[in-house]
């Protein structure tokens, strides 16, 4: 059986996170955040929801260039559309996001 996701470390001028899975079946995307084990997720997409969600989270744009465009904090039970976005960061609303305009760098997990 294929594994629901692989995690990687994401670094970015100065700010880095580890233990990020990027989901690989429909089921760990649809999950998200809610996959077992999993600090924040990156998935390759231009919007996302919140449905089944208890708390607010923070969602992180990504372009195609790699580059952070301005996070959002996100209430449960939302859709959030971001134009020009190739990848989507999620992560728990407490968590520092990456600066604005910052290239992200996607490293292997150890």
Same mark, same amino acid.
């Given at each position: 059986?294929?594994?629901?996701?692989?995690?990687?470390?994401?670094? +970015?001028?100065?700010?880095?996170?580890?233990?990020?899975?990027?989901?690989?079946? =429909?089921?760990? !995307?649809? !999950?998200?955040?809610?996959? /077992?084990?999993?600090?924040?997720?990156?998935?390759?997409?231009?919007? +996302?929801?919140? =449905?089944?969600?208890?708390?607010?989270? /923070?969602?992180?744009?990504?372009?195609?260039?790699?580059?952070?465009? !301005?996070?959002?904090?996100?209430?449960?039970?939302?859709?959030? /559309? =971001?134009?020009?976005?190739?990848?989507?960061?999620?992560?728990?609303?407490? =968590?520092?996001?990456?600066?604005?305009?910052?290239?992200?760098?996607?490293?292997?997990?150890?």
């Amino acid at each position: 059986m294929h594994a629901p996701y692989r995690r990687v470390n994401l670094s +970015a001028s100065g700010w880095r996170l580890e233990g990020v899975a990027i989901p690989s079946t =429909f089921t760990g !995307r649809l !999950r998200g955040l809610r996959l /077992r084990h999993v600090r924040a997720v990156l998935l390759h997409a231009g919007s +996302a929801h919140t =449905f089944g969600m208890r708390l607010p989270i /923070r969602m992180v744009p990504v372009g195609a260039d790699g580059r952070a465009h !301005r996070s959002s904090l996100v209430p449960p039970r939302s859709v959030r /559309r =971001f134009p020009g976005a190739a990848w989507i960061l999620e992560m728990p609303a407490p =968590f520092v996001p990456p600066p604005r305009g910052a290239r992200i760098v996607v490293m292997p997990s150890s």
